[in-house]
């Protein structure tokens, strides 16, 4: 774990434009209104037990929250959203849910939400897991777009 190097990757993407574009960036994904910063990667588990994937999950989520104290102190006590919800209304079709929130729904069950007060930018942190067997990412992503 490493707070000093993940906050200062947040500080610089608060202060970083928005590519134009969707795409790879120095830290991760970004687009228009976004950045999505990778900021940890676990290995796969190919051929990894339970044990291993719940040891590591667990880990990824005291790091999110460790990580979450230092952004409170900055920002106050943070919001949660659950992204179950919306990746069903994504799903049904029935809702256009802006990126980075229809995509990040597809990975990621449940972000810590802060708004910056000088740019009202805001920013998650959350877990990441494609699927059982891949790798858990720790994301920050840092956003102009309102949370559905």
Not at 59 to 80: F, S, V
Request: glycine share 12%.
């Amino acid at each position: 774990m490493n707070i000093t190097r993940w906050l200062a990757t947040i500080d610089l993407l608060c202060a970083r434009d928005f590519p134009a574009e969707y795409g790879r960036t120095d830290v991760g994904t970004g687009g228009p209104g976004c950045h999505m910063a990778e900021l940890a990667t676990s290995g796969d588990f190919w051929e990894g037990g339970r044990t291993e994937r719940a040891e590591t999950e667990a880990r990824y989520e005291l790091d999110r929250d460790a990580l979450g104290e230092r952004l409170t102190e900055r920002w106050g006590a943070p919001g949660t959203l659950s992204l179950g919800g919306v990746l069903e209304r994504s799903l049904s079709g029935g809702e256009d849910i802006p990126e980075p929130w229809a995509s990040l729904s597809a990975h990621v069950p449940d972000v810590r939400l802060w708004k910056q007060p000088e740019t009202g930018r805001w920013i998650a942190l959350g877990v990441s897991q494609w699927d059982k067997e891949l790798p858990f990412q720790l994301l920050a992503v840092i956003t102009e777009t309102d949370p559905p």
